[in-house]
């Protein structure tokens, strides 16, 4: 199929319409008659406009240097005097300039033989054909050309405008340009997979058609977001070779009553004249909530662009060729009529990539980033689980960028690193707190680590423990996962309660008083002995669910939970929760008054070098100090700044409008 037939287009589409051939040539008549005018009122419209009697009295004077007389058609003894006369100008060379003027009026007998006799004047036989014509013509074409643009070229618009308002959005991309293939997506073998037999179908239909199969009429791509939905339907019309047309589900949706439903056949329509091809609705949950959802009842212009859209995926034969992609991140709220069999009969799921899926994702976005010799892309991808594609491929980004500011040819591995954390916890902030903050920041966050140190997690390590702050936190203990996480246990999950509650402890250790820096981490501890209790059936309650968690389809978030047990049994769930809790606590808390005195080291670290690393923790627990090389946050402020300072320098000697010669020292040279 040769791309000229589809986009072959009528003349004077996709040109806008201030650039059309008659609007164009409307605009240089109008351009043309007030160029015209301007001609034949130009020589006057500067002249003195003075009166006949004027006119004789200054050639009587003898102050006229020369003029023309031309009678006025239709008149008796009326004339139009033009010339040019004496003027008194002290800046002159003789005292006098030359000045246009220009004269209408009647002229009697005994003036007309005045002003022949000097000679002075020549006589013009009017043209009455000429102006008269344009004296009757030019204000018709005028009003006409007014009226126009007022009335007629506004209805025509507006009309125009109503035609056009219920066509399909739908943009066609174009094959020649950022043509994407497989090649291009990765992390989704199996949705590949899947998808190719709607590539072969499109490139070879009779192979279907012999053996009496069809085509899914619609394929439902459902992931989280930055999963590469939309890359994969791009991927899909590049490897077909077919035309694409993409849209949102939120173009179909307008305040108007039946523009939704009109834009949808429009769409359908256009996809049939293009047939084989794909459209593409990106988002569908805009338009395919389920139906009668909502407070106080449904969306009336939705619902019908829904109705509309359920009608046209089943009422177009497969033969056609017209196959719909669709993506959605909310499965849970599309209408089960769009899901039935025959419309979207097929559900690809896109998750978040695996470790092998996550490095040949980073090889793709890797082509285009210069990597330093200690970049590895497997240890970034072993180090970033549950990172979707698009934040992959913000990761390598952000490293870019901070190599980039720091003056760098490539990017290091140290660039990844920082990057991943500032995407994962926050960027560091530098808040001026005073020692008693400090110190008590400094012993919670060292609680925490110290806990998460010695209840080694296999699934999760400490990444880092920090008092800067990040985010809305005021310190930070980092861990992260050494795997993909596809469950947790009980004993994981108690240890992440003691985890929680270890800041707190460390605190009352120290000070003998609790702060409100806890708040977070008690909120999160009671959430999560809550889902043990209520949905996973992990306490002495047994393997029950306890609670119906009622999600609101408008809202799209819980806004009541059914309490389908007894009073009884809701005191039960209260004093499980305390318990599993208060264990933790006390759990967390003996950790703590064993290894005081490595508390005390890592806070006296934490204050010391503001940041350190798990195996920091690991060499405090085992040998009671530090005896790796230590990397302080402040250090590395301060080389920052001086790099800066250096660079600053460097191109004020290379600049050579601020060159400083050898005598002038450097405070002259500023001053």
């Known amino acids: 199929m040769s791309d000229s037939n589809n986009e072959r287009k009528p003349p004077g589409k996709g040109v806008p319409e201030r650039f059309q051939p008659k609007v164009i040539l409307i605009w240089l008549a109008i351009f ?75 002229l009697i007998a005994e003036d007309y033989k005045l002003l022949q006799q000097t000679k002075l004047f020549d006589e013009v036989e009017a ?14 074409i005028l009003v006409i050309g007014i009226l126009y643009f007022l009335f007629v070229r506004q209805l025509r618009m507006a009309g125009r405008g109503a035609l056009n308002f219920g066509k399909s959005k739908a943009k066609l991309l174009t094959r020649e340009k950022d043509k994407i293939t497989f090649k291009d997506v990765a992390g989704c073998d199996e949705a590949k997979e899947e998808v190719s037999e709607v590539i072969e179908f499109l490139k070879d239909p009779k192979k279907f058609q012999r053996m009496g199969g069809r085509i899914p009429k619609g394929i439902l791509m459902v992931g989280p977001p930055g999963t590469g939905k939309t890359l994969l339907a791009k991927a899909v ?25 009109s ?5 359908f329509e256009q996809g049939r004249k293009n047939a084989p091809c794909l459209i593409f609705i990106d988002e569908i949950d805009a338009v395919g909530r389920q139906r009668g ?30 196959i719909i992609l669709a993506s959605t991140n909310r499965p849970d709220i599309l209408d089960s009529a769009l899901l039935r069999p025959g419309r979207f009969d097929r559900e690809v799921v896109i998750d978040l990539p695996d470790y092998k899926g996550r490095e040949e994702i980073l090889k793709v976005h890797a082509k285009k980033i210069k990597l330093g010799a200690d970049v590895s892309l497997a240890d970034i991808a072993g180090a970033t689980p549950g990172f979707s594609g698009a934040d992959l491929a913000n990761l390598l980004n952000e490293g870019a960028l901070m190599a980039a500011r720091k003056n760098k040819n490539q990017v290091d591995r140290i660039d990844i690193d920082e990057a991943r954390d500032k995407i994962s916890f926050g960027r560091e902030r530098r808040r001026l707190m005073d020692e008693e903050d400090k110190r008590a920041t400094a012993y919670h966050e060292a609680g925490h680590a110290l806990v998460k140190a010695v209840l080694k997690d296999k699934n999760f390590k400490l990444h880092k423990v920090t008092i800067l702050p990040r985010g809305q936190a005021l310190g930070m203990a980092m861990s992260t996962p050494t795997k993909d996480i596809l469950g947790m246990t009980r004993n994981q999950l108690n240890n992440q309660i003691a985890y929680a509650m270890a800041g707190r402890i460390a605190e009352e250790v120290e000070t003998g008083d609790y702060s409100s820096g806890a708040s977070s981490d008690i909120k999160q501890a009671t959430k999560m002995a809550r889902q043990m209790v209520c949905d996973l059936g ?6 029950v669910a306890f609670g119906d968690n009622q999600e ?20 039960k769930i209260d004093d499980e929760i305390s318990k599993i809790i208060h264990t933790q606590f006390e759990r967390a808390k003996k950790i703590i008054e064993d290894h005081r005195g490595h508390l005390d080291k890592i806070s006296e670290s934490l204050l010391e070098y503001e940041t350190l690393e798990g195996k920091h923790v690991d060499e405090i627990l085992e040998f ?3 005896r790796s090389e230590v990397v302080s946050s402040k250090t590395e402020l301060e080389e920052e700044q001086k790099q800066s300072n250096e660079d600053n320098k460097t191109k004020e000697k290379k600049d050579p409008e601020e060159d400083i010669p050898p005598a002038v020292d450097g405070a002259q040279a500023m001053a």
């Open 32 to 106: 043309a008659v007030i160029a015209f005018l301007w001609y034949q009122t130009g020589t006057t419209s500067e002249a003195n406009k003075l009166k006949i009697q004027d006119v004789v009295v200054a050639t009587q004077e003898g102050r006229v240097e020369s003029g023309k007389i031309v009678p006025v058609p239709g008149g008796t003894d009326y004339y139009e005097v033009v010339g040019k006369m004496k003027q008194e100008d002290p800046v002159a060379v003789d005292g006098y300039r030359s000045v246009p003027f220009y004269a209408r009026g009647k």
């Open 127 to 140: 043209n009455t054909f000429l102006p008269q014509l344009l004296a009757g013509i030019i204000p018709f």
């Open 237 to 261: 019309a590049g490897e077909a070779d077919v035309p694409f047309f993409s849209i949102s589900g939120s173009d179909f949706v307008e305040m108007f009553v039946g523009v939704g439903a």
């Open 263 to 267: 834009r949808v056949r429009d769409m």
């Open 293 to 322: 959802a909502g407070l106080g009842g449904g969306n009336d212009e939705r619902e019908q662009t829904l109705n509309s859209l359920l009608v046209e995926m089943d009422g177009f034969d497969t033969q056609e060729g017209v």
């Open 538 to 543: 992990m306490s002495d309650l047994g393997p």
């Open 552 to 571: 609101h389809l408008f809202l799209g978030r819980e806004i009541n939970k059914t309490q389908n047990y007894s009073e009884e049994t809701a005191n």
């Open 624 to 626: 009671g100090e530090i």
